[in-house]
């Protein structure tokens, strides 16, 4: 029996100041078999206190669903989750360059 291959769903969100919440989600493939533990521990390493990111360094599809106001407004990404599935990748990269591109690209933003 064929073992399936498992790709790894990157749940996030964004939060704005009245707290209204929007999700999004990207889907990476995990050729190297990283448990969800590893990439979870990964991706805290890399983060900005261990959860929150900058969209554009990170490459994930921006969520604002409503005006973004640059005085009240952050630009802050927080991860909500990473899970596997069985779902059709919708990222060309693996979970670890974008582990890596994320670690890349928040370095500046510390």
Known sequence: ???LIKNVRFNYQYRDTANFKQY???IFSNPNQLSIETIE???KEVLIDQE???PKACEVPLIYRFPFDSE???EWYEMDSVEETNKLITDNRNIELF???CAD???HAK
């Open 99 to 101: 582990i890596k591109d």
């Open 1 to 3: 029996m064929e073992k």
């Open 105 to 107: 690209g928040n370095l």
């Open 72 to 74: 009240l407004d952050h």
């Open 24 to 26: 999004g989600s990207v």
């Open 52 to 54: 929150y990111f900058i």
């Open 41 to 43: 521990e990964q991706l």
